[in-house]
């Protein structure tokens, strides 16, 4: 997965990139097809800002959050994102259909209306 980092009205850190670069890996066992992932840290007076872009299986996923710490602002940005990650990839699989139904043979039965016999 590729991410880039943007800093707006902030000191850009080494150790911010790393943050979220490690954090973001972690999803990938949530992603179907992880793409790229751009992160976005702006400051306005005491509020952090962290606006999170993911991009897979054609989707696009994004969520902002704000606190006084950037690197809680970052746990919740992925934790949400980490939610509509798993929700999307819940209506997939509902729309596909579970694996291994479809190749399963089911039973069928079908009731024969009888003629009244003549007395």
């Given at each position: 997965?590729?991410?880039?980092v943007?800093?707006?009205?902030?000191?850009?850190?080494?150790?911010?990139?790393?943050?979220?670069?490690?954090?973001?890996?972690?999803?990938?066992?949530?992603?179907?097809?992880?793409?790229?992932?751009?992160?976005?840290?702006?400051?306005?007076?005491?509020?952090?800002?962290?606006?999170?872009?993911?991009?897979?299986?054609?989707e696009?996923?994004?969520?902002n959050?704000?606190?006084?710490?950037?690197y809680?602002?970052?746990?919740?940005?992925?934790?949400?994102?980490?939610v509509q990650?798993?929700?999307?990839?819940e209506?997939?699989?509902?729309?596909?259909?579970?694996?291994?139904?479809?190749?399963?043979?089911?039973?069928?039965?079908?009731?024969?209306?009888?003629?009244?016999?003549?007395?």
């Amino acid at each position: 997965m590729h991410v880039t980092v943007t800093f707006r009205n902030a000191e850009p850190t080494e150790a911010l990139k790393q943050y979220a670069s490690q954090k973001l890996l972690k999803l990938k066992k949530v992603l179907i097809k992880p793409e790229e992932a751009h992160v976005i840290y702006s400051v306005e007076k005491f509020r952090h800002h962290v606006e999170l872009i993911v991009s897979a299986n054609g989707e696009r996923f994004v969520c902002n959050e704000e606190s006084k710490d950037m690197y809680e602002a970052v746990d919740l940005a992925l934790g949400r994102i980490e939610v509509q990650l798993r929700r999307y990839k819940e209506r997939v699989r509902q729309r596909k259909g579970e694996p291994g139904v479809a190749g399963q043979a089911q039973e069928v039965v079908y009731e024969e209306e009888m003629e009244p016999t003549p007395v």
